[in-house]
């Protein structure tokens, strides 16, 4: 079964810049739709935005849309979320979620896989 380890997260200034990653133990990961979500504290896990099993399809949610950008590089088993013009709003538990199916969307039912996350914090 593919495990799943996200990195990257940390403390950045409003504005500012972070590139996440999701870093997969299997070359199988080609075969998964994958996702980012975000969980803030004393709120649900949202989805931040998802991307095909090509790379060639992506979607996002509306908070993010412009400002976010995620990618895939399937020979190394790896996705990305580059996070620009970040806001505190973007405070959160940042994970990576993987759909065998294929079938990804905002529902975080539809993933069996995940990763531990990592926390990007946004602040002055």
């Known amino acids: 079964q593919v495990q799943l380890v996200e990195s990257g997260g940390g403390l950045v200034q409003p504005g500012g810049s972070l590139r996440l990653s999701c870093a997969a133990s299997?070359?199988?990961?080609?075969?998964?739709?994958m996702a980012w979500f975000r969980q803030a504290p004393g709120k649900e896990r949202v989805f931040v935005g998802g991307?095909?099993?090509?790379?060639?399809?992506?979607e996002y949610a509306d908070s993010v849309k412009g400002r976010f950008t995620i990618s895939r590089d399937n020979a190394k088993n790896t996705m990305y979320l580059q996070m620009n013009s970040l806001e505190p709003e973007d405070t959160a538990v940042y994970y990576c979620a993987a759909d065998a199916r294929a079938k990804g969307g905002s529902n975080w039912l539809t993933y069996q896989l995940w990763g531990q996350g990592t926390q990007v914090t946004v602040s002055s």
């Open positions: 299997e070359r199988t990961f080609s075969n998964y739709y």
């Open positions: 991307i095909s099993r090509s790379g060639r399809s992506t």
